[in-house]
């Protein structure tokens, strides 16, 4: 499978983050977008660089600031002299692979025009309204401790993001094997390496992600967790009280999309319980709202979505 090419490619690339990788092919896979918390230095802006590089896909990076226009992220008519009027230059989001980085820095026009793109895959520049590439993937960097001159992101963006995955630290041996690699006792290739697949491969293989069998009780089982996040007391007392808002139907269709994607990734020909329950954690972190008894008590999302996935019975 030329997917699994795709994901040690990327990992030859960056060092301790099989998370991380295993998860945006997943996102791929499923369409969707994807938010990644990790701490500065990490390699997310590399790993989402190797994959645009894997797939022959266009990647264009943008450092997200508070003086960010919306002008900047979806480009502007500028006036040509020789042809005596304007037009219009594309801006960074028309590309395959867009990176966004610190995007919680950004004023809220900016994440008003982030938007639609997300939701709509097109872009609206006064009277007019284009599309953006048929392959069309957002992947967000935000920093978990870095609050200063930062906007919270809005619930409804949020949504948009079919997966959030959190970044760590890498062990000890493997920074030892960064530090042996970044002081070149171990030499990257500098070629540029041919792409492993293509765009059109891609949709081929979204294609036969999305003919994966799900049986009716997966998907019910699916819709039962994410009932849990919005009516937790008709599941469980001890749930009752540790959620302030739940998830949307965007959930529920994520965690279907992603299951199948994650089955397909693995040769599975049907979904099975188990990929719901890993894929689960990334789908709903960033949908689950600890309510303030959770938060005073120290119980965060991941926490939550571990008791849900305890109560919820499978079929």
């Known amino acids: ?41 990490l390699a997310k802006t590399t790993a989402a660089k190797s994959l645009a590089e894997a797939i022959s896909a266009n990647f264009k990076r943008i450092q997200f600031t508070p003086d960010l226009l919306p002008s900047d992220v979806t480009g502007s008519d500028i006036y040509v002299r020789e042809k005596s009027g304007f037009e219009f230059s594309a801006g960074p989001l028309f590309n395959n692979i867009l990176l966004a980085d610190e995007i919680n820095r950004a004023p809220a026009k900016v994440q008003s025009a982030l938007l639609e793109a997300m939701g709509e895959a097109q872009v609206t520049v006064g009277l007019h309204t284009m ?18 001159g930062t906007y919270n992101l809005p619930e409804a963006q949020l949504d948009r993001f079919m997966m959030k995955v959190l970044v760590g630290y890498p062990t000890a041996s493997e920074e030892l094997e960064i530090l042996r690699l970044a002081t070149g006792e171990k030499k990257q290739d500098p070629m540029k390496q041919p792409a492993i697949t293509t765009i059109q491969e891609i949709f081929e293989a979204r294609n036969k992600a999305a003919e994966v069998y799900a049986d009716p009780k997966i998907e019910k089982y699916i819709v039962s967790i994410v009932t849990c996040t919005r009516r937790p007391s008709d599941f469980s007392t001890d749930l009752a009280n540790l959620i302030r808002y ?43 709202y ?12 991941d926490d939550i979505i571990d008791r849900i996935l305890q109560v919820v019975a499978v079929g």
């Open 1 to 41: 499978m030329k997917l699994e090419k795709v994901r040690k490619f990327v990992e030859s690339r960056i060092i301790g983050q099989k998370n991380l990788v295993d998860n945006m092919i997943v996102c791929l896979l499923a369409g969707g977008h994807m938010l990644i918390e990790g701490m500065p230095g």
């Open 290 to 301: 600890p309510s303030f008894e959770a938060e005073a008590d120290n119980i965060s999302a």
């Open 131 to 148: 599309k953006l590439p048929d392959l069309f993937m957002v992947m967000a960097t935000q920093n978990p401790i870095e609050h200063e």
């Open 246 to 288: 739940g998830a949307s139907p965007r959930a529920s269709i994520a965690l279907l999309k992603c299951a199948k994607a994650l089955a397909y990734l693995e040769g599975a020909e049907y979904v099975a319980p188990h990929h719901v329950q890993s894929i689960a954690y990334e789908v709903l972190r960033h949908r689950v």
